[in-house]
C-alpha cells in the first residue's frame, strides 16, 4: 500500500492538473472568442470596401486580396458577393454554395456600429450586420455592409483561423506543459513533504522514545492548531508512560531489594542448619531449599541491575580489561565439567576492552552458562574473539536444534524460555540474556543474535577496545 505522502502528492497533482486544464480550455476558449470577434471586424471593413466600390468581373482578384488579408488558406474558404438593391447580383464567388441565400440569414449588429435599426431597410446604409452559419461542417462568420446602391457581403470559414491558433498551442504547449507537469510534480511532492512535516518529527520523536529518553517533549508552539492537538495529545502520553515506568522500575529496585537481606538471613540460617543436622534426608530436604533461595538471591540480583539500568542508574566502573584472559580462564573452567560436549575455541591474545570488571564477568558468566546448560549431549560448543574495526567481538555459537524463528526473535524478552520443561530441568529462568544484553549497551556494545545454521545458535558480543 502507497505511503500516506505518495497518496497526497497524487491527490494534489490531480487537482493541479484538473485546474491547469479548465484553465487551458477556458484560455483556448477566449482566444478562440477573441480571434472570432477579430474576424468580424476585418469581415466588416472588406464587406465596406465591397458595397463602396463600383466592382467590375476581376472576382478572383478581390478574393486572392481578401484570402491574404483575413489569412485564410484557400479561396474555398472565402465567399464574395455583390448585388443591387434590386436584388441582381453584380459579383459572386465562383464557388457560391447553392441554396445559400444571404436575406435567410439571421443578422445581428455590429456592437461597435452605432447604427442598430433593421438590417433588411438599413437607413444607414454604411452599418455592418453580422451573422454566423454552417455550412459543409465549417463556421462560417458573414459580414452584410449597405452602399449607397449595392451591398457587399463578405463571410470566411473560421476553421483557417482554428487551425492557425491550435498549431501555434501545440507549439506553446511542447515547451510549456512538460514543464509545467514538472513543476506541478515537484511542488506537490515538496507540499505534501511540507504537510507531514510534524508528523515526521513526531515519527522520529516516537523512534527515539527509550527508557532514558522518558522525559524528553515536543514543543507545539510553532506548529498549526491540528498539529498542536496531536503533539500535545503524545506528550500527555508520554507523561503517562513516564509515571508508569518510573513506578514499574522503583517497585523492581525496591522488591529486589528488600528481598536481598531476608534472603541472605535465610541463607545463612539453611546453610547452619545443614551442618547442625545429622539426618540425612532432612539435610537433602535442607539443601533443596538452599539451592532454590540461591535461584531466588540470583534472580533478586539481576532484577536489581535491570531496574538498575532501566532507570539509567547503572553505575560503571571502567578500566581496561584483558578479555583474553578471561575468556580462557573461561574456556579452562568449561573442559572440567564431565559434559559430552566439545568445546573449542579461538581467542586472539591480548584483547583489551573498556568494561567494569564486575559487570563484565556477570556478562561472561551468562553467556557460558547459556552455552552450557542448553546444549545437548553430543553437541559441541565454539566461541571466537577477534578485533574488528568496530571494537571487540565475541562470538559464541553452539548447537541447539529445534530453535524456531519465534524462540530467536525473543531470546532477549525477560523470563522467556523458548522449552520451559528444558529450561526447568537445566535451572533457567529467563533473565540471563536479557541482563547480558543491558550490560553490552550500558558500555556502549551491543549482544545480538547472527543468522546461522538451523541447529545452532550465534550470540554475538561487541564491546568497545580499551586503551
Known amino acids: 500500500m502507497p505511503s500516506f505522502r505518495v497518496r497526497i502528492f497524487v491527490v494534489t497533482a490531480l487537482i493541479v492538473g484538473l485546474v491547469l486544464a479548465s484553465v487551458t480550455l477556458f484560455s483556448w476558449s477566449s482566444v478562440l472568442a477573441f480571434e472570432g470577434q477579430r474576424l ?62 444571404i436575406d435567410q440569414l439571421s443578422w445581428r449588429r455590429d456592437a ?20 454566423r452559419f454552417d455550412l459543409a461542417g465549417g ?16 463571410a470566411a470559414d473560421l476553421a483557417a483561423i482554428r487551425a492557425d491558433l491550435l498549431g501555434v498551442w501545440w507549439q506553446v504547449a511542447a515547451i510549456a506543459l512538460p514543464l509545467a507537469l514538472v513543476l506541478t510534480a515537484l511542488g ?17 520523536a516516537m523512534k527515539a522514545v527509550d527508557e532514558k529518553a522518558l522525559d524528553q517533549r515536543l514543543s507545539a508552539a510553532l506548529e ?21 515506568f518510573h513506578q514499574a522500575s522503583r517497585f523492581s529496585a525496591d522488591a529486589a531489594h528488600e528481598l536481598k537481606t531476608p534472603l541472605t538471613i535465610l541463607q545463612g540460617q539453611l546453610e547452619r542448619a545443614v551442618q547442625r543436622t545429622d539426618g540425612q534426608a532432612l539435610q ?18 539481576k532484577l536489581l541491575l535491570l531496574s538498575q539500568a532501566d532507570a539509567g542508574r547503572l553505575a560503571l566502573q571502567l578500566r581496561p580489561v584483558n578479555l583474553s584472559d578471561a575468556l580462557n580462564e573461561r574456556f579452562a573452567e568449561a573442559q572440567t565439567f564431565e559434559l559430552d560436549v566439545k568445546i ?25 552458562s547459556n552455552a552450557l546448560k542448553y546444549t545437548p549431549a553430543g553437541g559441541w560448543i565454539h566461541w571466537r574473539a577477534r578485533a574488528t574495526p568496530s571494537g571487540i567481538e565475541l562470538e559464541m555459537a553452539n548447537f541447539a536444534p529445534g530453535l524456531t524463528p519465534g524462540d530467536r526473535s525473543q531470546f532477549f524478552e525477560r523470563f522467556f524460555r523458548g522449552d520451559a520443561a528444558r529450561n526447568r530441568q537445566v535451572g533457567g529462568y ?17 549482544l545480538t543474535v547472527e543468522a546461522g545454521a538451523d541447529d545452532a545458535l550465534v550470540l554475538c558480543l561487541l564491546l568497545p577496545a580499551g586503551a
Open 284 to 301: 537433602l530436604t535442607l539443601i533443596d531449599m538452599l539451592d532454590e533461595v540461591g535461584r531466588l538471591s540470583s534472580i533478586s540480583r
Open 188 to 204: 506537490a511532492w515538496l507540499l505534501s513533504g511540507l504537510a507531514l512535516k510534524p508528523v515526521v518529527r513526531l515519527r522520529n
Open 40 to 101: 468580424d471586424e476585418r469581415l466588416c471593413d472588406e464587406a465596406r470596401r465591397l458595397a463602396s466600390l463600383a466592382p467590375a468581373n476581376d472576382v478572383d482578384h478581390l478574393g486572392a486580396d481578401m484570402v491574404a488579408k483575413l489569412r485564410l488558406k484557400s479561396p474555398e474558404q472565402l465567399l464574395l458577393a455583390v448585388d443591387t438593391q434590386s436584388g441582381s447580383d453584380l459579383l459572386r464567388s465562383a464557388h457560391w454554395p447553392d441554396g445559400l441565400d
Open 112 to 131: 461597435a456600429a452605432a447604427d442598430t435599426q433593421n438590417v433588411s431597410n438599413p437607413p444607414n446604409r454604411s452599418a455592418c450586420a453580422l451573422s
Open 139 to 154: 463556421d462560417w462568420h458573414a459580414a452584410l455592409v449597405g452602399g449607397p446602391s449595392e451591398r457587399g457581403f463578405v
Open 224 to 244: 498549526d492548531r491540528e498539529f498542536q492537538e496531536l503533539i500535545t495529545s503524545y506528550n500527555k502520553m508520554l507523561d503517562r508512560l513516564e509515571s508508569s
Open 344 to 368: 573449542s575455541a579461538e581467542v586472539v591474545d591480548g584483547l583489551t576492552v573498556m568494561a567494569d570488571p564486575q559487570l563484565l564477568d556477570q556478562l561472561l558468566n551468562n553467556l557460558t
Open 430 to 446: 529467563g533473565l540471563g540474556l536479557s541482563l547480558s544484553r543491558v550490560i553490552a549497551r550500558a558500555h556502549g556494545g551491543d
